[in-house]
């Protein structure tokens, strides 16, 4: 072995004892590596910076800005609502969550799909009362299953994909995973239904601040438009509908106040003072078409380039809000900024907004252009709360960024534009259309994530500059030939899956491909089964939080323990070798 190839080694072990100490964020960790292969010589400086440039980088980052556009439409979250009204048990509902996840993981990146599909399970779990835990870990791992099904469904596909490609001249195409991945799912999916049980069930996140302020009783101000659902159906109806969560504290028609008696009917025109909680609010009116009051003022005159947004704040002692109503105070007018929700602990408001009375220590939502909110909260003497999204008060743009979506997805598998293309376009599209606003876009990318992609790409690629790979596979090929031919693609399986826990599911697969591509060579296999059992290896972490970002989104929010992933996760993994070999060889022969 020569030196640049033992430094190459050296520098990827020093990297995966860094990601395994944890002392450095992965990112950081993805830097100090190449600075290390660039000291040492390994990367050349005109190389260093070529990971940035890659598609896999722009096929991540444009995925996650569509998986936001997505989210933010609810139209997911409508579907998944209909369906739990129908589904009751706990169970069911797991199967539900982990079947939808699972297969949105194959349209879009997985991680985007499984931060689409966490507030329905956060509602479900509010619903039970039951903690949100039963269904996120499941939920990640159906993710990173059904992540297995598609080119674009996860990074690792899209990796072996160019691997091939270079070996070959011929990428795997879309659906070239399908049938391996599509029978782990299903496997993968029974297991969780039952097996969920492994979990503890005293985990619980963290509360946020919201949830320490407890703050729910909001009320706001809507109309019922021409054409809304609400019309025509009577006020115990359109509770029902809407599962309780919200109230009609007072409704108001042709300018009187009428007590919203259980069977009066709403009609067109009606002013409804509703009550609940900020996200229980905005599914009501955007699922009911309902016009928020103050929505389609226009803002102060040179603020108009703006992003108007909401935002959370509490009336201190000292506000001129104290003992003043919003229509007295001419807020639009004279600050230009819209009260559209009010909450007020221990009471329950029924009066229209612009004549509510505020006090101290109201918690009020007010909407505006962003760069004038923080300004006009100092000028009315209220304090920010913590940040929490709030969609009350933002618009929806329905089944739009879902249809662009499917005329990029559309797009790939005709194999008229490149994947990175189809995405890119796709997320510039649904900016310009303000299907999600530039701000929102740039903050739902995982910035670390593609920095550590970009960081890690020539890092990895060492291996093969180097003639590292060739060793290894070489090692391998030894112990290879001494088994039988399933036995060489479950070893390639279980070293992918053995090293993304440390490595990261990108960052392993880039070590791994190439190693798979000349183990298979020198064995005289085909090296389609070792690339495809090379993906799914590294798209199956199960053991630990830290090995693929799915793990990670769902940490925090289930209030999961290191371990608790292994308890999970270890039989999991047992049950994709044993599935998961044989599906490989029978997908692509080895000869």
């Known amino acids: 072995m020569t030196l640049p190839q033992m430094l190459s080694i050296a520098t990827l072990a020093g990297m995966m004892a860094l990601f395994i100490w944890g002392r ?86 997985n991680v985007g799909a499984l931060a689409m599909l966490m507030p329905a399970a956060f509602q479900m779990a509010k619903k039970n009362d039951t903690s949100p835990s039963v269904f996120l870990m499941p ?162 005159e040179g603020s108009e380039k703006d992003q108007v947004g909401v935002i959370e704040a509490v009336i201190n002692a000292e506000s001129v809000l104290i003992g003043q109503t919003a229509g007295r105070l001419r807020l639009q007018q004279s600050y230009g900024v819209n009260l559209i929700a009010v909450s007020r602990a221990g009471q329950r408001l029924t009066k229209r907004l612009g004549e509510t009375m505020l006090s101290a220590g109201d918690v009020i939502v007010l909407q505006g252009p962003l760069g004038l909110l923080p300004e006009r909260l100092r000028d009315l003497g209220a304090l920010p709360l913590a940040e929490r999204s709030l969609r009350l008060g933002n618009s929806r743009r329905g089944w739009l960024p879902i249809l662009i979506l499917a005329v990029a997805m559309g797009a790939t598998a005709g194999g008229y534009v490149p994947v990175a293309v189809a995405f890119f376009a796709a997320a510039g599209l649904v900016m310009a259309t303000g299907a999600l606003p530039v701000r929102e876009a740039y903050e739902n990318v995982e910035w670390p994530i593609l920095i550590m992609l970009g960081a890690l790409i020539p890092v990895s690629d060492s291996l093969r500059t180097t003639g590292a790979s060739d060793v290894i596979a070489t090692w391998l090929a030894h112990l290879g030939a001494t088994l039988p031919p399933w036995g060489a ?74 371990g608790d992933y292994a308890r999970l996760g270890a039989p999991l993994s047992i049950l994709v070798v044993l599935v998961g070999t044989p599906l490989v060889i029978w997908t692509w022969p080895l000869h």
């Open 24 to 109: 450095f964020r992965y990112d950081v960790t993805a830097i100090l590596a190449l600075l290390a292969a660039l000291a040492l010589g390994i990367v050349k400086p005109k190389e260093a910076f070529t990971g940035f440039s890659d598609d896999i980088v722009i096929i991540v980052g444009s995925a996650l800005v569509i998986s936001a556009a997505v989210q933010r439409s609810g139209v997911i979250e409508i579907a998944l609502a209909f369906v739990s009204k129908r589904v009751k048990r706990v169970r069911s509902q797991l199967l539900v969550l982990t079947a939808s996840v699972g297969i949105a993981s194959a349209l879009v990146k």
């Open 489 to 562: 693609v479950a070893l390639i399986l279980v070293a992918a899956m053995a090293v993304t826990p440390f490595l990261n599911n990108a960052a392993t697969v880039l070590v791994m491909a190439p190693i798979a591509a000349v183990f298979a060579h020198d064995l005289g296999y085909r090296p389609e089964a070792f690339l495809i059992a090379t993906a799914m290896g590294a798209g199956c972490d199960f053991l630990t939080p830290i090995g693929h970002q799915c793990n990670t989104l769902v940490f925090g929010p289930g209030g999961y323990q290191f």
């Open 139 to 300: 939920m990640s791992f159906a993710s990173l299953l059904g992540g297995l099904m598609t080119l674009v469904g996860t990074s690792p596909n899209i990796i072996v994909s160019r691997v091939r490609e270079d070996m070959t001249g011929q990428p795997f195409g879309m659906f070239d995973y399908f049938p391996t991945g599509f029978g782990l799912l299903l496997v993968g999916l029974v297991f969780l239904r039952f097996a969920y049980r492994l979990l503890p069930r005293d985990r619980h996140a963290a509360p946020t601040m919201g949830e320490a302020l407890d703050i729910k009783g909001y009320v706001t101000e809507a109309s019922i438009p021409e054409g809304s659902s609400a019309a025509g159906e009577t006020v115990t109806a359109f509770v029902e509908r809407h599962d309780h969560e919200v109230t009609i504290t007072t409704l108001l028609r042709a300018g009187l106040r009428t007590p919203p008696l259980p069977d009066m009917v709403l009609q067109e025109g009606d002013t409804l003072i509703l009550g609940g909680d900020p996200d229980s609010l905005e599914r009501v009116i955007a699922r009911d078409k309902l016009q928020l009051e103050g929505q389609d003022r226009d803002v102060p």
